[in-house]
Nanobody, 128 residues
Framework: QVQLVESGGGLAQAGGSLRLSCAASGLPFNNYAMGWFRQAPGKEREFVAAISRRGVVTFYTDSVKGRFTISRENAKNSVYLQMNSLKPEDTAVYFC?????????????????????WGQGTQATVSS
């Protein structure tokens, strides 16, 4: 049984930081690209960041470039999202996802339909 469990969400002030973690089990983690998506109240789920299977390739949505960093530790079956310089518009439920896209390209890794496994999400709230 595949499980993705996010943690690390919470409340932060604007300009502050949060570090999200996602622990995976029940799948060959090394064979999966990992992504972070978020969904704000009343909005659709959107792509935030993704990392290829070996961690060589990373992608970010424009609004978080330079502020967020995605990383992974295959030995720990874990993926992380370091979020710095947080803004109130970063407030959302953050989901990690695992997928096996055809290529490590932005086109595939940013597409939620390419991910077959999802966590339950963790809330991150940024106050102004």
């Amino acid at each position: 049984q595949v499980q993705l469990v996010e943690s690390g969400g919470g409340l932060a002030q604007a300009g502050g930081s949060l570090r999200l973690s996602c622990a995976a089990s029940g799948l060959p983690f090394n064979n999966y690209a990992m992504g972070w998506f978020r969904q704000a109240p009343g909005k659709e789920r959107e792509f935030v960041a993704a990392i290829s299977r070996r961690g060589v390739v990373t992608f970010y949505t424009d609004s978080v470039k330079g502020r967020f960093t995605i990383s992974r530790e295959n030995a720990k079956n874990s993926v992380y999202l370091q979020m710095n310089s947080l803004k109130p518009e970063d407030t959302a439920v953050y989901f990690c996802a695992a997928g096996r896209p055809l290529t490590d390209s932005y086109y595939f890794l940013s597409d939620s339909l390419r991910y077959g496994y999802w966590g339950q999400g963790t809330q991150a709230t940024v106050s102004s």
